[in-house]
């Protein structure tokens, strides 16, 4: 069909792999892909892929024929805006017309594109401009183009203008879309969502449109909304590998282990041979089926915990270049044995991941995961030991910084976190209340859960002093100095430093006024 036409040069593949091998050396005008090519990649993993990695520039066209036609495939694939997306059986009349358009549009485009590519942003705006006023037939193109193009130069204001100019006349979908992204960048978050909602009420497929509405949750706080906004989202469209991610990482923040599981269970499926497959994926649904399967010697613990383990093999293979990755694989392996009671696999597993460490040269990420897996294994002190070498040795750090002081507060499981986080409220509110006795049991109740956690132990030595005050009790003391004792293992660069060394010259002043 394609030499009728009048093509010259024309490429054959059979596979992926091949595709990929020709688009590595060559440039094609135009790539006409299937979406089933048997094993390996598919066809949206391949339009991807060339998007990723630029090897499709602006001014090459990407079409995808395809059987398919169920709306996570369609949907999936227009994500990476292929240029057209033709249904099979694909006839000799529809393949010439749809190519012709395609090929005229390309050509009348090819110098606004051919800047794209080069990213000379400036030109390409100029040349937009210069095709509206001329009236162009691609008017709309030129337009969400001109948009798009201020945005990336950081003129916010002017992408604004051009979006207002569009929807004075109708509410255009991708003009509504971009107005919510441009206010998403200009952090006004409120209407952002106002306009995202909009969007989405009258274009439920939008997909683009969730994600710019889980933004502004996310930068409003709102992250159980975030949330539901992206299990929407990824309901619609479960193929995109990166959205899964995100959905799996605010679970997390929100405490949702089963919902964190479940997606990062779909990027790892759908990662498989994408560009964006990545080890994070494998052990972040390690973590979250090794907490889910802890002491639980249920049918559907074992279930989990051989998941798990199955899961961790995998990554490990996979990923056995990447020397961390292998690690944590095999650290996050030894906590599900230990949460299944298997404790002479837990400490074989725990020894071949320690063999592989050379502790002078160990990242902070395998440095947090063995001292979580320490702590599971009930080795508090070496734990302890490592975190604080840790703290000083990424002092500057202050998202390692984070994760050590969270670590050392709470190793718990997240039940327990959880029951002591109720407590630790319940405890304020008492304060806030007025009744300190009441406030007292509540931390001596959350502090039985989470002992070393440095906040909490804070609070309760601040309620102990504010009580001693009024009642003159000694036992206030005396918990209050063990309260301290609990947290005097946190490091100089802890957050809660400060107060600690505050709270023991007070509690040495009051003891020796108590003496006196």
Avoid at 116 to 142: F, G, H, P, V
Avoid at 186 to 194: F, L, R, S, V
């Amino acid at each position: 069909m394609l030499s009728s036409f009048g093509a010259y040069h024309i490429d054959m593949a059979s596979t992926a792999d091949d595709a990929m091998a020709k688009c590595k050396y060559d440039y094609y005008d135009v790539v006409l892909c299937d979406f089933n090519l048997g094993s390996g990649k598919n066809g949206q993993q391949i339009l991807e892929e060339l998007r990723v990695t630029k090897r499709l520039k602006h001014t090459h066209l990407f079409v995808m024929l395809t059987a398919e036609t169920s709306k996570d495939v369609v949907l999936g694939a227009r994500e990476y805006q292929p240029d057209a997306y033709i249904a099979k059986p694909v006839t000799r009349t529809v393949l010439e017309q749809r190519l012709g358009q395609l090929l005229t549009q390309q050509k009348l485009l090819k110098p606004i594109n051919k800047e794209i590519d080069l990213e000379n942003y400036s030109k390409a705006i100029s040349l937009c401009s210069q095709m509206i006023e001329n009236n162009t037939r691609y008017k709309s193109w030129c337009l969400q183009t001109l948009a798009r193009l201020y945005t990336l130069v950081g003129d916010n204001a002017n992408a604004e203008k051009v979006y207002k100019e569009v929807l004075k006349s109708r509410e255009v979908p991708w003009a509504k879309l971009g107005m919510g992204q441009v206010l998403n960048l200009e952090q006004q978050y409120h209407d952002a969502k106002i306009c995202f909602r909009d969007v989405i009420d009258a274009n439920p497929n939008m997909v683009e449109a969730y994600d710019g509405l889980t933004e502004s949750c996310l930068n409003l706080g709102q992250k159980k909304e975030a949330q539901s906004v992206l299990s929407e989202a990824v309901a619609l469209s479960p193929r995109m590998v990166l959205r899964q991610e995100k959905l799996g990482n605010v679970c997390l923040e929100n405490h949702d282990i089963e919902g964190a599981a479940n997606a990062f269970r779909h990027a790892v499926n759908y990662g498989e041979n994408s560009v964006h497959e990545q080890a994070a994926h494998y052990l972040n649904l390690g973590r979250c089926l090794s907490d889910l399967s802890q002491g639980k010697k249920t049918d559907e613990g074992k279930q989990l915990a051989r998941e798990a383990i199955s899961v961790l093999d995998k990554a490990g293979h996979k990923f056995s270049n990447d020397e961390d990755a292998s690690i944590a694989a095999l650290l996050i392996e030894a906590r599900v044995y230990q949460g299944q009671n298997q404790l002479e696999q837990a400490e074989d597993t725990l020894h071949k991941a320690e063999c592989l460490i050379e502790e002078s040269e160990m990242s902070s990420s395998v440095g947090l995961e063995l001292a979580k897996t320490l702590y599971s294994m009930g080795q508090d002190e070496r734990a302890q030991a490592l975190l604080v070498d840790l703290s000083t040795r990424f002092h500057a750090d202050k998202d390692t910084q984070a994760s050590i002081e969270a670590l050392m507060d709470e190793p718990e499981d997240l039940q327990t976190r959880m029951q002591a986080k109720e407590l630790n409220k319940t405890a304020i509110q008492q304060v806030d209340a007025g009744d300190l006795t009441a406030a007292i049991e509540a931390f001596k109740a959350a502090l039985e859960l989470t002992p070393r956690h440095a906040a909490l132990n804070m609070n309760f030595i601040q309620v102990l002093v504010k009580d001693y005050k009024n009642t003159q009790k000694a036992t206030n003391i005396e918990m209050a100095a063990e309260a301290m004792k609990r947290i005097s293992h946190i490091p100089e660069h802890h957050h809660q430093h400060k107060r600690l060394k505050h709270f023991q010259k007070v509690i040495a002043n009051l003891d020796t006024n108590q003496a006196i």
